[in-house]
């Protein structure tokens, strides 16, 4: 037997955007209301590989957190995130 679970998540529930850094697992929060501005070095590792300028990756988060809020602040519809889960029971 197979059971899916699926949630669905508005942007207007979304408090914050939660990064972690892979090396050393250090976690941020931003909210979506804030500035989100990645520290030059790595806060717990001292690391500085945490730079948009250095990884394109964090260039990517940025994008997506900036088209979050524009989304957010739209008020011409709803933008939903959909989520899944499927749990196997044998």
């Known amino acids: 037997m ?6 669905l998540v ?3 529930e979304v ?3 939660r990064w972690e850094r892979g ?3 250090l976690a941020m929060s931003f909210a979506l209301d804030q500035t989100i501005r ?7 590792c001292g690391a500085n590989a945490v730079r948009p300028q250095v990884h394109h990756h964090h260039q990517a988060y940025l994008a997506f957190v900036n088209a979050l809020k524009i989304i957010v ?3 011409g519809g709803r933008f939903l995130l959909e ?3 499927i749990a196997r029971r044998e």
């Open 2 to 7: 197979t059971r899916e679970d699926r949630w």
């Open 10 to 12: 508005s942007l207007d």
């Open 15 to 17: 408090m914050a955007i």
């Open 23 to 25: 090396q050393c697992r």
């Open 38 to 44: 990645f520290p030059e070095m790595c806060p717990s």
């Open 73 to 75: 602040q739209d008020k």
């Open 83 to 85: 989520f899944g889960a």
